[in-house]
């Protein structure tokens, strides 16, 4: 599957993104969604996923409350609303896809290793 994210930006602090991942090729109704962003000077972390049953949804500590993941597949698309962005969430996000076996399947990766599939990245700046 080929991915493709979307909607970053430059925001103040306490502002809103809508992340947006695309997906071509290949429904996505098979694959859990994560997302993950690299920060400047910094290894890639792990953000959020989603199972392809919408059955479970995972955050990394310092985005609960203010991310919300999401799928529609109807769109054939993933996204992550931000909130109350904060200077440390500026990163180049990126979307990827873990290819599981059934639809009814709770698998909500965090391990950059199990992706499947990469889309490119969109940068998020949060400054004043």
């Known amino acids: 599957v080929q991915l493709q994210a979307s909607g970053g930006g430059l925001v103040q602090p306490g502002g809103s993104l809508r992340l947006s991942c695309a997906a071509s090729?290949?429904?996505?109704?098979?694959?859990?969604i994560g997302w993950f962003r690299r920060a400047p000077g910094k290894e890639r972390e792990w953000v959020s996923c989603?199972?392809?049953?919408?059955?479970?949804?995972n955050y990394v500590d310092s985005v609960k409350g203010r991310f919300t993941i999401s799928r529609d597949a109807v769109k054939n698309m993933a996204y992550l609303q931000m909130n109350s962005l904060k200077p440390e969430d500026t990163a180049v996000y990126y979307c990827?896809?873990?290819?599981?076996?059934?639809?009814?399947?709770?698998?909500?990766?965090?391990?950059?290793?199990?992706?499947?599939?990469w889309g490119k990245g969109t940068q998020v700046t949060v400054s004043s």
């Open positions: 090729g290949v429904t996505l109704d098979y694959y859990a």
């Open positions: 989603i199972s392809p049953s919408e059955v479970t949804m």
């Open positions: 990827a896809a873990d290819r599981v076996i059934s639809l009814r399947s709770s698998r909500c990766p965090k391990n950059e290793h199990d992706m499947d599939s």
